[in-house]
């Protein structure tokens, strides 16, 4: 399944944004990506996952969907998953926001 911004996507969205300084950029991105590649795919309930890293180099975004809430909150006690998480940790702080699309607008 592919990412589908839409409120017809019955899913749950994490996006998180992580602050990290800007010569640490690249390692968190490349460390996201590792953990979507290696771990995240492979877990129940994984829809899609999408890194973005701003231009000024402080933040990198994950916008991240799950088939539903338990399979996120199952995501989050696999020790897989919590290796990756407590790296990323060590590179930046965070704040992730659970949502759900309400509303989308294409050209």
């Keep these: 399944m592919t990412t589908t911004i839409s409120p017809d996507q019955d899913v749950m969205t994490l996006v998180n944004v992580f602050t990290v300084e800007p010569e640490r ?7 996201l990506v ?20 701003s231009d000024d180099g402080r933040h990198v975004v994950n916008y991240a969907q ?4 338990a399979d996120f909150e199952a995501m989050q006690r696999d020790p897989r998953a919590t290796e990756h998480m407590g790296g990323a940790a060590a590179i930046a702080s965070f704040a992730p926001v659970v949502c759900r699309v309400v509303h989308s607008t294409h050209a």
């Design 25 to 31: 950029q690249q390692e968190l991105v490349d460390l």
């Design 34 to 53: 590792q953990a979507t590649d290696e771990v995240m795919r492979q877990l129940p309930g994984f829809v899609s996952a999408n890194i973005h890293r």
């Design 66 to 69: 799950w088939a539903t809430a």
